[in-house]
T-cell receptor, first 112, second 112 residues
Framework: SQKIEQNSEALNIQEGKTATLTCNYT??????LQWYRQDPGRGPVFLLL???NEKEKRKERLKVTFDTTLKQSLFHITASQPADSATYLC???????????WGAGTKLIIKP | ETGVTQTPRHLVMGMTNKKSLKCEQH?????MYWYKQSAKKPLELMFV???????ENNSVPSRFSPECPNSSHLFLHLHTLQPEDSALYLC???????????FGDGTRLSIL
């Protein structure tokens, strides 16, 4: 069965540095991967979607990559700020189905 | 009011009670979802509606009963819940299936 694995340990990054979060998937490549941000007590907020045929996607300070060889997506936040502190969720499609398979998320802490 | 609104935000109920969770979306989306989120676990998809028709029921116990009276509203009726049902219940909507999802802030449910 398909799985999404994200680092369960919190990631601590100094303000101003680049934060990089990892999303690993099993079995065959998904048609797309999605990244969401979730703040405590709030629902997830969609950030970026990257398709299998795309190597990289950018949005302001955010960048997502998709490596089908490593079966991995990386999520980068450049010039990180304390306001970027949140839990970041990765999700993939299931067998090209509309259903998403979610990772448990990685908590990012940006220290001033 | 915009986005996806869920009520109530918090709910404490006994195992023999009957209650309902409400979700309303003001985005004109055609698909709506119910998810369960437990601490440090991936989101679990419970139900999916597309154009007011249920398209997915992921082996959810019958003590959870969804209702979608129109494309803007989604309910989750609860009865005879178990302590393990305590979790954050999230509603989401998307323009259509396969599109990124917009989430409400959830209902924190506690079963006594």
């Amino acid at each position: 069965s398909q799985k999404i694995e994200q680092n369960s340990e919190a990631l601590n990054i100094q303000e101003g540095k680049t934060a990089t979060l990892t999303c690993n998937y099993t079995n065959y490549s998904p048609a797309y991967l999605q990244w969401y941000r979730q703040d405590p007590g709030r629902g997830p907020v969609f950030l970026l979607l990257i398709r299998e045929n795309e190597k990289e996607k950018r949005k302001e300070r955010l960048k997502v990559t998709f490596d089908t060889t490593l079966k991995q997506s990386l999520f980068h936040i450049t010039a990180s700020q304390p306001a970027d502190s949140a839990t970041y969720l990765c999700a993939r499609d299931m067998d090209s189905n509309y259903q998403l398979i979610w990772g448990a998320g990685t908590k990012l802490i940006i220290k001033p | 009011e915009t986005g996806v609104t869920q009520t109530p935000r918090h709910l404490v109920m006994g195992m023999t009670n009957k209650k309902s969770l409400k979700c309303e979306q003001h985005l004109g989306h055609n698909a709506m979802y119910w998810y369960k989120q437990s601490a440090k676990k991936p989101l679990e998809l419970m139900f999916v509606y597309s154009l007011e028709e249920r398209v997915e029921n992921n082996s959810v116990p019958s003590r959870f009963s969804p209702e979608c009276p129109n494309s803007s509203h989604l309910f989750l009726h609860l009865h005879t819940l178990q302590p393990e049902d305590s979790a954050l219940y999230l509603c989401a909507s998307s323009q259509d299936l396969y599109q990124p999802q917009h989430f409400g802030d959830g209902t924190r449910l506690s079963i006594l």
